[in-house]
């Protein structure tokens, strides 16, 4: 019997409001993190009925069907309690990477089995939600009612894993005494790598190579702020006419007809692969006002393109302006105009930006080490 029990698989139960075949931050975090794992844990999604189609027979997903409402550009899942209550009650791990309607539920059901249950914060919820909403004049009133609810469900949690020490200090600030602890998201860097000619990048995607090309990957929600990438777009194709703006990602549909018929701008929609691109990109922008890490913006710096960024999350931390990128203040569209012309008037210093990018990369920001990291943390229950 114990030869058995050592060769069985753990049984690892992930639980997401954010999947494949939708595209955001959490769902290529974890199809990363689920590739690491896989050989070693028995591994069952719970997860939302997206539209489109994505399987991976190596594991199994469990998926529950939509709501017919939206916050934001984010469709909630209707979870099934019995479904839950049947995969939980198997599980050896208990793993949360969302508090939607999913997650809570995942989480009040291994709570009531008394299974010990890890959260890994992808965001601030309580910055999050208010801001992707985008109805200001409810802000406040989400804002604490957001607060209150994390507060409970993370509470709920024997464990949360944190992407930053920054992250750790607001959830304690908020009184969430559950244990902490830091691991910090990273880059594949053999993935994400710098093009050797960006023209046939380019040219790969349909864009003419004597086009300079501002990009940004990732949802297109009202916290992502890209109305004021728009409005610096705007001002630097006043200044030259041959620039494109390449917004790569999917999301809220007003603020996608906010960028239809601007001359330039090129709504590519999601991509399972977005390298290629990135390669084509001359610039990259995250205008947003709110993140933990970004881990787009570190694919950007490992693929060596420059970045300008708000202050927000740890890239404030590891950007140096002038030195590995530039960062502006949130909501300042002028700023970011005079960076992306900074870098667009001067090779050089796009040169320097970018090798300085992906070095930081190198040594601060390895995939396999946040793999490693979760590895040894899941194997201590």
């Not at 690892?12 to 990363?32: H, K």
């Not at 994505?54 to 899942?77: N, Q």
């Not at 601030?124 to 802000?139: M, Q």
């Not at 705007?234 to 990602?249: A, E, F």
Request: net charge positive; glycine share 6%; hydrophobic share 40%.
């Amino acid at each position: 019997m114990r030869i058995v029990q050592l060769l069985r698989k753990k049984k690892l139960v992930i639980a997401t409001d954010n999947f494949l075949p939708r595209w955001d931050g959490v769902a290529r975090f974890l199809v990363e993190v689920i590739a690491g794992l896989k050989e070693e844990y028995d591994i069952t999604v719970l997860t939302a009925n997206f539209k489109g189609h994505y399987d991976d027979p190596s594991i199994k997903i469990v998926r529950f069907p939509l709501r017919r409402f939206h916050v934001g550009d984010f469709p909630p899942a209707k979870p099934d309690k019995k479904m839950i209550l049947d995969v939980v009650l198997t599980a050896d791990i208990v793993w949360v990477q969302t508090i939607g309607p999913i997650g809570a539920a995942t989480i009040k059901t291994a709570k009531s089995l008394k299974k010990k249950v890890i959260a890994y914060n992808h965001s601030i919820e309580w910055e999050l939600v208010p801001n992707a909403v985008g109805h200001y004049i409810f802000k406040r009133a989400l804002y604490e009612v957001t607060k209150l609810y994390s507060k409970k469900y993370y509470n709920m949690c024997s464990t949360l894993f944190v992407p930053t020490k920054e992250v750790s200090e607001k959830l304690s600030g908020q009184g969430i005494r559950s244990k902490k602890i830091v691991i910090p998201l990273g880059v594949d860097t053999e993935t994400f790598f710098p093009v050797g000619v960006k023209s046939t990048a380019k040219l790969e995607i349909g864009i003419d190579p004597s086009f300079f090309v501002i990009g940004y990957v990732g949802r297109i929600g009202h916290e992502k702020d890209l109305k004021t990438l728009l409005r610096a777009y705007i001002r630097v194709r006043r200044d030259n006419k041959k620039v494109k703006l390449l917004i790569v990602g999917d999301g809220v549909e007003s603020l996608k007809k906010s960028f239809l018929g601007k001359e330039g701008v090129i709504l590519a929609g999601s991509k399972d692969n977005v390298v290629t691109y990135l390669h084509a990109m001359d610039v990259y922008v995250l205008p947003s006002l709110t993140e933990t890490t970004s881990l787009s913006t570190l694919e950007a710096m490992s693929c060596g393109i420059p970045i300008v960024v708000t202050r927000v999350g740890l890239a404030k931390e590891y950007i140096i302006n002038g030195v590995n990128g530039f960062v502006f203040s949130k909501k300042d569209p002028y700023m970011l105009y005079k960076y992306i012309m900074m870098i667009m008037k001067d090779p050089s210093l796009a040169v320097k930006l970018g090798r300085n990018a992906r070095t930081l990369v190198m040594d601060k920001f390895q995939w396999k080490n946040t793999v490693k990291r979760i590895k040894e943390e899941l194997n201590k229950f």
